[in-house]
């Protein structure tokens, strides 16, 4: 059973980065893929970066690429998210996320392991 535990988010002006990490159970943290996903109040859990296993291959949700990077040091069982340039609209609950296998889904029905959310807050 995989347990995930986010930190890093806060309260931020707009312009600002944060650095989200999560920290992944040493025994099962391989092999998955690992994403990040949010949801602000009122909308739908969407997904906001991937990365598979080996750390070869990412996907970005359109709104965030060119802003957001994610990584992965599995020496470490930990997952990160760096934010740069954020903007109010980022504002949501950020979960980080696990599925068993080598490849690189994108659903949130495709992550059966999740973990209880750090909240980002972009004031203007």
């Known amino acids: 059973q995989v347990q995930l535990v986010e930190s890093g988010g806060g309260l931020v002006q707009a312009g600002s980065s944060l650095r989200l990490s999560c920290a992944a159970s040493?025994?099962?943290?391989?092999?998955?893929?690992m994403a990040w996903f949010r949801q602000a109040p009122g909308k739908e859990r969407d997904v906001v970066t991937a990365?598979?296993?080996?750390?070869?291959?990412?996907f970005y949700a359109g709104s965030v690429k060119g802003r957001f990077t994610i990584s992965r040091d599995n020496a470490k069982n930990t997952l990160y998210l760096q934010m740069n340039s954020l903007k109010p609209e980022d504002t949501a609950l950020y979960y980080c996320?696990?599925?068993?296998?080598?490849?690189?889904?994108?659903?949130?029905?495709?992550?059966?392991?999740w973990g209880q959310g750090t909240q980002v807050t972009v004031s203007s």
């Open positions: 996320a696990a599925a068993s296998g080598l490849g690189l889904p994108t659903r949130a029905d495709d992550y059966g392991h």
């Open positions: 990365i598979n296993w080996r750390g070869t291959s990412t």
């Open positions: 040493e025994r099962t943290f391989s092999p998955y893929a």
